[in-house]
């Protein structure tokens, strides 16, 4: 396998992994752990899961977008 199919498939794979890690991580919390529902009006651990879910929401488009930066297209 050519260096660069290698590499491209790299990433492919490490930006599927890393987004679902993601999603598993914030299912265990928010569905689980019942933060991601309101009984009522929302508690401080509802916020606190809403804020830390937008965080790391950022940190991962932050993290695929360096990533993939410096892909340049195969043209044939």
Do not use: C, D, Q
């Not at 599927?16 to 598993?24: C, N, P």
Request: hydrophobic share 55%.
């Amino acid at each position: 396998m050519e260096p660069e199919v290698k590499e491209f498939l790299i990433k492919i794979v490490h930006s599927l992994s890393m987004g679902l890690v993601w999603l598993l991580i914030n299912m265990s919390i928010g569905i689980y752990y019942g933060f991601a529902f309101f009984e009522g009006s929302p508690t401080i651990a509802n916020w606190l899961y809403y804020i830390g879910f937008l965080v790391s929401l950022a940190l991962l488009i932050l993290y695929l977008r360096k990533k993939w930066k410096g892909w340049e297209e195969i043209n044939y």
